[in-house]
């Protein structure tokens, strides 16, 4: 099992560039999750989703879409990047949050916007 | 709304002390999920332990334990005789069973063994 990926693991845009970054999981978990990190701030949720062609918005989904097309990918995109967006990225995944089974997280992506 | 509050920004304590870390949180929800995670220099997210709102019993694994109040809606966080291996940035984290799904962190806090 390889767990959950991402990529890519560092990248740097400049401002109005596009991009998506890549989850994937094969654990076969119906809820992944997209998470920002910032100095002192801990993680926030971006987007979620539980189950395929399901999704919705967490605490700061602006300026990110997503879309779940199967139950192992789920692809964050940036449209028009900004630098409030530098930032790491974690996806996450689980069997089913609502009953508390554990998240477990990706390496994370590292993104610098210029 | 669910919240929780790491206070302790930042902890620095020499090898081999005992170091507690706080977490309290906020629902309304009976039913809910605590966890915690560790996050050391190299960046990944290592869970440590999930713990659910009926399950008051204290846990100890190896120098962890973690002790669980729901009267005072804590759940804190030990480590005995504390090794530079563990210096990190440890979150606490919590879930509910009803309404949207997400887990919700506190801000971390960021521990410092020195040797």
């Known amino acids: 099992n390889a767990g959950v990926t991402q990529t890519p693991k560092f990248q740097v845009l400049k401002t109005g560039q596009s991009m998506t970054l890549q989850c994937a999981q094969d654990m076969n978990h119906e809820y992944m999750s997209w998470y920002r990190q910032d100095p002192g701030m801990g993680l926030r949720l971006i987007h979620y989703?539980?189950?395929?062609?399901?999704?919705d918005q967490g605490e700061v989904p602006n300026g990110y879409n997503v879309s779940r097309s199967t139950t192992e990918d789920f692809p964050l995109r940036l449209l028009s990047a900004a630098p409030s967006q530098t930032s790491v990225y974690f996806c996450?995944?689980?069997?089913?949050?609502?009953?508390?089974?554990?998240?477990?997280f990706g390496p994370g992506t590292r993104l610098l916007v210029l | 709304a669910q919240k929780v509050t790491q206070a302790q920004t930042e902890i620095s304590v020499v090898e081999k002390e005992d170091v507690t870390l706080d977490c309290v949180y906020e629902t309304r929800d009976t039913t809910y999920y605590l966890f915690w995670y560790k996050q050391p220099p190299s960046g990944e997210l290592v869970f440590l332990i999930r713990?659910?709102?009926?399950?008051?019993q204290n846990e100890i694994s190896g120098r962890y334990s973690w002790n669980f109040q729901k009267s005072t809606s804590s759940f804190n966080f030990t480590i005995t005789a504390s090794q530079v291996v563990d210096s990190a940035v440890y979150f606490c984290?919590?879930?509910?069973?009803?309404?949207?799904?997400?887990?919700?962190f506190g801000q971390g806090t960021r521990l410092t063994i020195n040797p």
């Open positions: 996450a995944s689980s069997y089913d949050l609502a009953s508390g089974e554990t998240q477990y």
């Open positions: 989703s539980v189950g395929a062609g399901i999704t």
């Open positions: 984290a919590l879930s509910e069973s009803q309404g949207a799904q997400k887990l919700v």
């Open positions: 713990r659910n709102s009926f399950d008051e």
